[in-house]
Nanobody, 126 residues
Framework: QVQLVESGGGLVQAGDSLRLSCTAS???????????MGWFRQAPEKERQFVAAISWSGESTYYADSGKGRFTISRDNAKNTVYLQMNSLKPEDTAVYYCAGSPGYSGIYDYNYPYWGQGTQVTVSS
């Protein structure tokens, strides 16, 4: 069974911070350290959009313009977990946040990620 489980979402006020976590389990992720990981989000009635990605080693990271300077993606391969630290949250960050995993890919295109979590809701009030 392949699983990506997100946690850490919630209701916060504008300017607050949240840290999302995504833990991988299952045979497919037995070599988690070889997987590129990404975070995406989808607001109601909007297309899913890229947020951030990190290479298997953690040496390379990528961010959407909307999160640059506010969001930080990181990973702990010993814990099979990837994180998204979100600071200075804005109401427009409100969305369901999904983590995704791909063997050998860590870019911005969601169609290159075969594995997805169920999502965690982030709501930012003004």
């Amino acid at each position: 069974q392949v699983q990506l489980v997100e946690s850490g979402g919630g209701l916060v006020q504008a300017g607050d911070s949240l840290r999302l976590s995504c833990t991988a389990s299952g045979r497919t992720f037995s070599s988690f350290s070889s997987y590129g990981m990404g975070w995406f989000r989808q607001a109601p009635e909007k297309e899913r959009q890229f947020v951030a990605a990190i290479s298997w080693s953690g040496e390379s990271t990528y961010y959407a313009d909307s999160g640059k300077g506010r969001f930080t993606i990181s990973r702990d391969n010993a814990k099979n977990t990837v994180y998204l630290q979100m600071n200075s949250l804005k109401p427009e960050d409100t969305a369901v946040y999904y983590c995704a995993g791909s063997p050998g890919y860590s870019g911005i295109y969601d169609y290159n990620y075969p594995y997805w979590g169920q999502g965690t809701q982030v709501t930012v009030s003004s």
